[in-house]
């Protein structure tokens, strides 16, 4: 069975700041793992995934994220936050079917 | 764009009536799948298709249920609709899972959907 955790349903952060989103997996074998991003009123479109290449991952945008098996993370992160990132982020975990976190609302501060 | 229409994207019916959704794809991806959005939630999945006519149970799948007689096409319904199927729901395309492909999902707008 696979499952994941996303710490803090809402981040806020001003504009230029880092951006930092948690991620916790569970997966009875070796996962592949996502990071979607969810504009307003629209589906999810991937921003990144892991899948055993490399362990730091970049995506679009300029975000990117470190697979760490020690820690069982995924976190996500950006330096700098522009406030067009604002949007909910959801972490997946995919072994036998997909699986996502409960997600993440980034808000951006001027 | 992965080329996934869903219909109606905005729906408000009452307790008790039958609802289907529709998921169309132009990508030829063999595996289509619903999920529901709820605040709290992130995204659960009611049922999925891995070919034609061959379906299974998400984990939330009391309620719903599906046919898929063409490739193209995922019908979610609701036999009698609840409150509690008020939500969004996604229809998502994919590869299988496999050596080469890591499953990755493509979703469609979402479907708004209100019992009352």
């Known amino acids: 069975a696979q499952s994941v955790t996303q710490l803090g349903s809402h981040v806020s952060v001003s504009e230029g700041a880092l951006v930092l989103l948690r991620c916790n997996y569970s997966s009875s074998v070796p996962p592949y793992l996502f990071w979607y991003v969810q504009y307003p009123n629209q589906g999810l479109q991937l921003l990144l995934k892991y899948t055993s290449a490399a362990t730091l991952v970049k995506g679009i945008n300029g975000f990117e994220a470190e697979f760490k098996k020690s820690e069982t993370s995924f976190h996500l992160t950006k330096p700098s936050a522009h406030m067009s990132d604002a949007a909910e982020y959801f972490c997946a975990v995919s072994a036998v079917d997909m699986r996502f976190g409960a997600g993440t609302r980034l808000t951006v501060k001027p | 764009d992965a080329g996934i229409t869903q219909s109606p994207r905005h729906k408000v019916t009452e307790t008790g009536t039958p609802v289907t959704l529709r998921c169309h794809q132009t990508?030829?991806?063999?595996?289509m799948y619903w999920y529901r959005q709820d605040p709290g939630h992130g995204l659960r999945l009611i049922h999925y298709?891995?070919?034609?006519?061959?379906?299974d149970k998400g984990e939330v799948s009391d309620g719903y249920s599906v046919s898929r007689s063409k490739t193209e096409d995922f019908l979610l319904t609701l036999e009698s609709a609840t409150s509690s199927q008020t939500s969004v729901y996604f229809c998502a395309i994919s590869d299988p899972p496999g050596q080469l492909n890591t499953g990755e999902l493509f979703f469609g707008e979402g479907s708004r959907l209100t019992v009352l």
């Open positions: 990508e030829n991806h063999r595996y």
């Open positions: 298709s891995y070919g034609v006519k061959d379906t």
